[in-house]
């Protein structure tokens, strides 16, 4: 039984991948779920590649000279990765984003896709904004999401949708427009699936469009980044440090990606 569950999962393209490595799910529920999903042949994303860029890394903090670093983004020179943001409770950004990005990992293998992740764990130091990029390039992943939290002002609220912008010596002019068509589905999924409003601070109706991220510059697939709340603002912080919201998160990035592919 477990040769033909794995064999299954194989078929299936189930795994996760940082940097080519490939391993299965990584826990047994997980693995139960998307065998179960190959057995009914309820597989949406079979087939399909989709890279998930958990913003940041739990030990960047440690390791200041190596973050610090700069790296041409495809258009001016950034940090190679940054610390991230908090909550005033100390939550971190970088275990946010890994943690909703474990929940998307899981829903999306279950639904039949191979999933590209930029990091696997939450205990290391970057990699770099650029090498994130290039992992899930040479991937070849049908679409990505750069999953983040946002460290405003006190009275910020909402999550925001950051999208490539196109210029002459850019890779990512042909992803643009259906980087927006990405955005547009996931807001939809995020106000349908979860209690966190658009965000009345930044950009227009959620939306902005941002020239100097690596991971936007530098993608040659479609791809969005998300600003999932403000991590400085109270109530988002309670929903952001929840795991019903981390999964409902997760479950309208999912949604929203189903929805894109199916086009």
């Not at 983040?148 to 909402?158: K, L, M, P, V, Y």
């Not at 427009?177 to 547009?184: D, H, I, K, Q, T």
């Amino acid at each position: 039984m477990a040769a033909v569950a794995i064999a299954a999962l194989a078929a299936a393209g189930v795994d996760g991948m940082s940097g080519g490595h490939a391993s299965a799910p990584t826990t047994p529920k997980a693995r139960a779920t998307a065998v179960a999903a190959v057995a009914s042949g309820s597989l949406p994303l079979k087939g399909k590649i989709v890279g998930i860029d958990p913003g940041h890394n739990g030990h960047n903090y440690l390791h200041p000279k190596i973050i610090d670093r700069q790296v041409f983004n495809g258009r001016n020179w950034e940090d190679c990765d940054t610390t991230g943001t908090d909550t005033n409770g100390g939550y971190t950004e970088a275990r946010f984003n890994f943690q909703v990005a474990e929940y998307l990992r899981t829903d999306l293998m279950r639904d039949g896709a191979k999933v590209v992740m930029t990091r696997t764990a939450n205990n290391g130091v970057g990699p770099c904004v650029t090498t994130r990029s290039y992992i899930i390039n040479e991937a070849h992943a049908n679409v990505a999401v750069d999953i983040h939290a946002d460290g405003a002002c006190s009275t910020c609220r909402g999550f925001s949708i950051i999208e490539p912008e196109a210029y002459y010596k850019s890779p990512n002019g042909k992803v643009i427009v259906p980087s927006e068509r990405l955005g547009a589905d996931i807001k939809a999924a995020m106000l349908a699936g979860t209690p966190m409003p658009v965000s009345n601070y930044y950009g227009v109706n959620g939306f902005i469009h941002r020239d100097d991220l690596a991971g936007l510059n530098l993608t040659k697939v479609p791809k969005i980044l998300i600003e999932v709340g403000n991590m400085k603002n109270a109530t988002d912080a309670r929903l952001e440090t929840s795991t019903t919201f981390q999964q409902e998160v997760a479950r309208a990035l999912l949604a929203a990606i189903v929805k894109f592919l199916a086009r």
